[in-house]
């Protein structure tokens, strides 16, 4: 099948992947983007060995590294004391344990190298300014159509459009979005107005009745980027780009550990961040004969894992790998669903699950808790040790 034509919905991070891992096995590939120009939104993400498998594939392991940030471990704090509850390394020992390193990039850092890898593979790979309406499939192809008209023809459809996907809509109808109870403050800090030394290269977790807050570095260590979520009823708009006032995030955090204040209190004012954050139940069937789903238009995760976006890319290197191994389309595209849906199901549950572990509303509650639990145990066990280019496909 390597002579058919593959198009791809939305150049995120997983439809940009996705189109890499496509090309090197042979296929043909455009994708199409509703954007006028290529930008990622956010701030930091983290690459598990997961992930970076495919990073490497890709040939982008090398500057990933030069970009990023190693951190030494996980660490699960109380979040106004700062005692260290449990603690698991993801220094070198990730990298021995799984083959691939654990590594902290700013989002925007990974979204033009995924660019760039994908133009070197084919140029005008990336058509921006075009908008899906929706896609009609028959027994010859399918067939997608923008808002201005146009059409573009292929054999296999990828809808990598994200939360608001129009081709998850057609295949798979509505995925009711319910709002958690929480909101995720976004906000990065230059190093220099930091004092020093502050805290150490890791990845901290500060848990607290009513919220939670993971800080770590970015950009060689040039930037902090703190991720705070709090239990509010104010509910706004699902959006990164929707600012709120900094006295609202200071007043979010009153009582919360010193090296928090020190964050919000070096943060730009008018630079402070808030999305309201919904749940959406997995989906199970999202292929169609010559249609599927990929990354958060299938299987949106809250942020309490870490693995919205490592999801997304294992997604792309499994589909190229279906397609290779399956007879027909359609058998590929079931194969590619079979193998996925299961994980990552159980990464959206696992997520969801967190919500409740990082906002226990004691600290008796949270020592008793992760008395019956190692996470890095759990967590090296079955997430960080898929491998998505060796893994069987059955």
């Known amino acids: 099948m390597a002579d ?6 939305g150049a995120g991070l997983g439809g940009l992947a996705a189109a890499s891992c496509l090309m090197k096995a042979g ?21 598990s060995a997961n992930p970076m498998h495919v990073l490497r594939y890709l040939g982008l392991e090398e500057e990933a590294l030069k970009l990023g940030v190693k951190p030494g471990g996980y660490v699960f704090r109380l979040h106004d004391t700062g005692e260290i509850i449990q603690q698991f390394s993801l220094s070198d020992e990730h990298e021995r344990q799984h083959g691939a390193p654990y590594l902290q990039l700013h989002r925007a850092d990974l979204h033009d190298m995924l660019a760039r890898a994908a133009r070197q593979l084919k140029p005008d790979v990336i058509h921006l300014n075009r908008r899906v309406t929706k ?13 201005d008209g146009s059409t573009a023809r292929g054999d296999i459809l990828v809808g ?6 129009v081709v998850a809509r057609q295949i798979v109808g509505e995925i009711p979005a319910t709002y958690t109870g929480d909101a995720a403050w976004r906000v990065t800090i230059p190093v220099e107005r930091l004092p020093k030394p502050f805290l150490d290269q890791v990845m901290s977790v500060f848990m607290g009745p009513g919220g939670h807050v993971v800080c770590y570095y970015l950009r060689g260590g040039a930037i902090l980027n703190f991720v705070g979520i709090i239990e509010t009823d104010d509910v706004s708009e699902e959006s990164w780009t929707v600012k709120f006032p900094w006295e609202q995030l200071k007043a979010d955090y009153a009582g919360w550990h010193p090296d928090i204040q020190t964050i919000i209190d070096a943060a730009d004012h008018d630079q402070c961040y808030r999305w309201s ?41 499994v589909l190229a790998r279906a397609l290779k191994q399956a007879p027909s389309i359609a058998e590929a595209l079931d194969l590619y669903q079979r193998n996925r849906v299961d994980r990552t199901a159980r990464i959206v549950e696992i997520s969801t699950q967190n919500r409740r572990l990082f ?7 949270i020592r008793a808790e992760f008395s019956k639990r190692n996470e890095g145990e759990s967590r090296n066990a079955w997430l960080y040790s898929y491998n998505p280019l060796t893994v069987e496909l059955k």
Do not use: C
């Open 27 to 47: 296929y043909d590939v455009e994708v199409y983007e509703q954007a006028p120009a290529l930008a990622e939104v956010g701030a930091g993400i983290q690459m």
């Open 359 to 365: 906002h226990l509303p004691s600290q008796e509650a």
């Open 277 to 317: 954050l919904h749940n959406r139940p997995p989906v199970r069937n999202w292929s169609t004969k010559r249609a599927t789903l990929l990354g958060d238009s299938a299987h949106a995760t809250l942020p309490y894992l870490a693995q919205g976006a490592a999801m997304a890319i294992e997604d792309g290197a």
């Open 135 to 147: 896609f009609t499939e028959d027994d010859g192809g399918v067939t997608l159509h923008f808002t």
């Open 160 to 165: 990598a459009d994200g939360l608001k996907s």
């Open 4 to 9: 058919k034509k593959v198009l791809i919905v």
